[in-house]
Structure formats: structure tokens, C-alpha cells
């Protein structure tokens, strides 16, 4: 009878790998045919106006798409950015530009994003826009979210969202996603590729 136990629980853990395989393997073969134009970002920031076609030549943005009320994803995802950011050389550090264009315009006012940004470093930046022009920039990017209502909650509702990193030139193109990951070697490797 015990064998039986141990069988079973072998099966289930061959197929949560084999689910959990396919899955990362769907996301590695979508991110190949998806349709990610990314292009111009243009939106009000907590340094004024902010537009990819700011950076210089030689500089390229990592941009992350999410909230600053976001429990866990948002913070890791910018932790992450800093973590990399540490580990470049001063000369490399400089020619990147993280950041962080907040889903939630209804709570992430500009104020709210400097302070939150602010947290990571003062190189972060933190832009919003209006709903239109989120949308059409997300769009642009792969990038999808949704609000979900708690109203048991004080926040009133969360939002659900991709949470790669985009490496952006001036033109817009981009030149590398990274996907999520609580450790920053993904991102490093791209940022040392793409400099």
C-alpha cells in the first residue's frame, strides 16, 4: 500500500514538471511570434515629459510595465533592475534608463510614483499616462493587464499583469525581453548583450 503512495506521488510530481515544462517552453515559443512592435513611448513622467527619443545614441531603457500598489511582482521586478543596474560598471550603468510605466493612472499620480521610484534609486523613473494611451502603448508591447475588484479589500481592487522587462532603444525597438525571474542574471546577461 505505501509503494502505491509512492508512485502516486512520483506521478504527480513527473506531472507538474511536464505541465510546468510545457508552459515555460509556450512562453519561449510565443515571445518568437508575438507581435511586439514596441515603438515611441511618450508619456508624462516623474521627470516631465519623458519619450524614448530622449535617450542618446549609446543608451537604451529597461522598461517594466506595472503599480505601485502591486504586493510582489512590481517591487521584485524593480529590485531586480536595481540589483542588475549594481552589478554593471559605472561607464555601463549610465547608458541605462530604467522605467517603470505605472497600468493605474486612476492611483499612480506622478507624486506617488517619484516616491515610489525613488525607493529604488535615483536613476528610476516613474511615467503614466491616460487609459488611450496606455492601452495603445501596451498593445504595441505585449504587454496585458486587467483590473480585478476586491471589494473586501481597502485597496478596492488589484490589477493583474505581464510583468517582462523590455531593453528599448531611442527608436523604440526592442531589442530584448526579459521575463520575469526574482533574480537579476536574466537581465544582467541581456544588458551586458545589448551594451
Known amino acids: 500500500m505505501k509503494r502505491k503512495g509512492i508512485w502516486a506521488g512520483v506521478a504527480v510530481i513527473v506531472l507538474a514538471l511536464a505541465v510546468g515544462g510545457l508552459g ?3 512562453q519561449l515559443a510565443g515571445d518568437a511570434d508575438s ?7 511618450e508619456l508624462p513622467s516623474t521627470r516631465g515629459d ?4 530622449q535617450l ?17 511582482v512590481c517591487p521584485m521586478s524593480m529590485a531586480v533592475v536595481r540589483q542588475a543596474l549594481s552589478e554593471l560598471d ?5 547608458r541605462v534608463v530604467p522605467v517603470m510605466v505605472s497600468v493605474d493612472p ?11 521610484t525613488g525607493f529604488f534609486g535615483d536613476a528610476f523613473i516613474g511615467a503614466t499616462g491616460s487609459e488611450a494611451q496606455l492601452e495603445e502603448i501596451a498593445e504595441r508591447y505585449g504587454v496585458v493587464w486587467r483590473r480585478v475588484e476586491t471589494p473586501e479589500s481597502a485597496m478596492a481592487y488589484t490589477i493583474d499583469h505581464s510583468s517582462s522587462l523590455y531593453l528599448v532603444d531611442r527608436e523604440g525597438r526592442i531589442l530584448r525581453r526579459v521575463l520575469y525571474s526574482p533574480a537579476p542574471h536574466g537581465l544582467l546577461s541581456a544588458l551586458r548583450d545589448a551594451l
Do not use: H, I, K, N
Open 24 to 26: 515555460w517552453y509556450q
Open 35 to 41: 507581435d511586439m512592435r514596441g515603438g515611441p513611448v
Open 50 to 53: 519623458f519619450s524614448l527619443s
Open 56 to 72: 542618446e545614441e549609446d543608451q537604451l531603457a529597461v522598461l517594466f510595465f506595472g503599480y505601485t500598489y502591486c504586493p510582489d
Open 90 to 94: 559605472e561607464a555601463s550603468r549610465e
Open 106 to 116: 486612476e492611483r499612480d499620480t506622478l507624486e506617488r510614483l517619484a516616491e515610489y
